[in-house]
């Protein structure tokens, strides 16, 4: 099996300088290049900057990479989302109309003999209890009621402020990554995992913990890294 794993492409819906129009356009051009390639593509949170679908809109600015995703799909390749922290507020968009289910917390599949977790990283940073609850909060449906009664050309521009400044500090907390491990080492001997997968650190890795490998995707920001899994191996490769 051709598993491809990708997170933390951040694709913006405002492009704010060339460094935004570089990133995307390396997103788009792998993606036409991943048609036909893989059975099974897994997007491991955080690939749009923001996700939001109203009951009649879409964000139209993600058409390129939106339709990128759908011929991939129509090859006969599996498509599966989990949520992160910039992608969680999705409406039916995505079941309904890119027929790709949405998972909030993780995916799990055994392939090739390897137990696989796939899940973004965001609900196990180490130190910081402020976040948690401000997922909680975020996701709590009177919130999601009161973004979408906004004009989405005034709340797309408050919010595109909001996942900026979240997104320099990305570069700024190394910590990440250890509550990431953490989290991999309890599960992988909880559970019994061969791989954990998971992306929002944005550096990418693998490390061998225990029986099985915490392996994580890296970003689309600045590494422009992805995860091959073929026939049970796993290997992290950089797109040029
Ligand atoms: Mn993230």
Same mark, same amino acid.
């Not at 289910?101 to 977790?117: F, M, R, S, T, V």
């Not at 979240?166 to 910590?175: A, E, H, L, T, V």
């Given at each position: ?13 405002? *492009?704010? #300088?060339?460094? &935004?129009?570089?990133?995307?356009? /390396?997103? /788009? ?8 390639? $893989?059975?099974? *593509? ?6 749009? #900057?923001?996700? @939001? &679908? ?19 799909? &129509? ?36 392939? #090739? ?17 402020? $976040?948690?609850? @401000?997922?909680?909060?975020?996701? @709590? ?7 979408? /009664? ?5 709340? /797309? ?13 990305? @570069? *700024? ?33 693998? *490390? ?5 490998? $915490?392996?994580?995707?890296? #970003? ?5 890294? $992805?995860?091959?899994?073929? &026939? ?9």
């Amino acid at each position: 099996m051709r598993i491809c794993v990708i997170s933390d492409m951040h694709y913006p819906y405002q *492009m704010l #300088d060339d460094r &935004d129009k570089k990133n995307a356009e /390396l997103v /788009l051009s792998f993606l036409t290049e991943a048609k036909g390639k $893989y059975d099974m *593509m897994v997007l491991n949170g955080d690939i749009f #900057d923001l996700w @939001f &679908d109203w009951k009649y809109t879409i964000i139209k600015q993600y058409f390129p990479l939106l339709h990128r995703l759908a011929d991939i799909q &129509d090859e006969g390749c599996k498509l599966v989302m989990i949520s992160g922290n910039h992608d969680f507020w999705f409406n039916d968009f995505f079941q309904k109309y890119l027929t790709i289910p949405i998972y909030e917390e993780k995916y799990n599949i055994i392939a #090739d003999g390897k137990k696989i977790l796939f899940t973004h990283g965001d609900l196990h940073p180490e130190f910081d209890v402020r $976040y948690k609850l @401000f997922r909680r909060l975020i996701r @709590f449906n009177g919130i999601k009621k009161m973004f979408s /009664l906004l004009h989405p050309d005034f709340s /797309l521009k408050i919010a595109a402020r909001l996942t900026r400044s979240s997104r320099m500090k990305n @570069f *700024m907390q190394p910590q990440k990554t250890a509550g990431l491990k953490k989290y991999a080492k309890y599960i992988i001997n909880k559970e019994k995992y061969d791989y954990v997968c998971m992306g929002h650190s944005h550096q990418p890795e693998i *490390m061998e913990i225990g029986t099985g490998k $915490y392996i994580n995707t890296g #970003d689309w920001t600045s590494h422009h890294t $992805y995860v091959e899994i073929r &026939d049970g191996k796993v290997e992290i490769k950089q797109y040029k």
